[in-house]
């Protein structure tokens, strides 16, 4: 996968865009419900919110168009993860 | 007790008050006139946040690409570096200050969630030497101040 930190957009290695991670209500990964499952549940919202870090870019670009609603958890460190800055200025 | 706890803390995150900020004069003045009490900053870079970019041309046909990790992969045979990895502060204000908006019935110790912080905190940190700033942070309003209740870089979410 590759993620830009200023659009905030996540992509699969082939630029398709998975998703753009902007949560309205600014959780926090460690505030959320736990689940036995590596992914966790929105206490807010009530949407699953997905571990990407073990998952394949093409099966998580799946999972995110069957479920839209569906939010995702990504860490800059992630080994599945390249960052793709690009040299953005993001403008505020 | 858990599921006690669960349910408060869920009520209070769905019904916190958010915070605006407004980061230019008259989008400020605006506020001054509809009530609200503009805390004013000065809007100051964090020297540890940063981006980083190395710029790579092709030989034959001059198109650039621009890559952000270290893990790139080029055809040396085909492209050259033209600006090596440089780092940069990538962020850009309007004004060199900016507000809080505080609403004249917010109550003091009232947990709220600024929205746009206008502080440098270190959101994301990656380990290719690169910090991105955080975007929003819960607060507790003292009276004159909000309390930034910052607990280092997070997961992204969304």
């Given at each position: 996968m590759k993620y830009d930190p200023l659009t905030k957009k996540l992509y699969t290695d082939r630029y398709n865009i998975i998703k753009k991670l902007n949560c309205p209500y600014k959780m926090q990964w460690n505030n959320l419900l736990g689940h036995k499952s590596p992914n966790k549940q929105c206490s807010i919202c009530d949407s699953l919110i997905i571990n990407t870090d073990k998952i394949e870019d093409e099966k998580l670009l799946?999972?995110?168009r069957e479920k839209p609603e569906s939010c995702l958890k990504i860490n800059l460190n992630q080994d599945n993860i390249r960052i793709i800055s690009k040299g953005l200025i993001q403008e505020k | 007790m858990w599921g006690l706890f669960t349910k408060k803390e869920n009520k209070r995150l769905k019904?916190?008050?958010?915070?605006?900020?407004?980061?230019?004069?008259?989008?400020i003045n605006e506020a001054a006139k509809n009530g609200y009490?503009?805390?004013?900053?000065e809007v100051k870079k964090n020297p540890n946040i940063s981006s980083k970019y190395t710029v790579w041309q092709n030989k034959e046909t001059r198109e650039i690409q621009v890559f952000g990790d270290v893990r790139m992969s080029v055809d040396e045979d085909c492209w050259e570096e033209v600006i090596g990895w440089t780092y940069y502060y990538p962020y850009n204000f309007k004004t060199p200050f900016a507000a809080y908006l505080i609403p004249p019935?917010?109550?003091?110790?009232?947990r709220v969630l600024i929205e746009d912080l206008i502080e440098?905190?270190?959101?994301?940190?990656?380990n290719q030497g690169t910090n991105y700033r955080l975007?929003?942070?819960e607060a507790i309003w003292n009276g004159?101040?909000?309390q930034i209740l910052y607990s280092g870089?997070?997961?992204i979410i969304g």
């Open positions: 799946n999972m995110v | 019904n916190r008050r958010v915070i605006k900020t407004a980061r230019d004069l008259d989008s009490n503009p805390l004013i900053k019935d917010i109550l003091i110790g009232e440098d905190y270190i959101g994301q940190s990656w975007e929003s942070c004159s101040e909000f870089p997070q997961e």
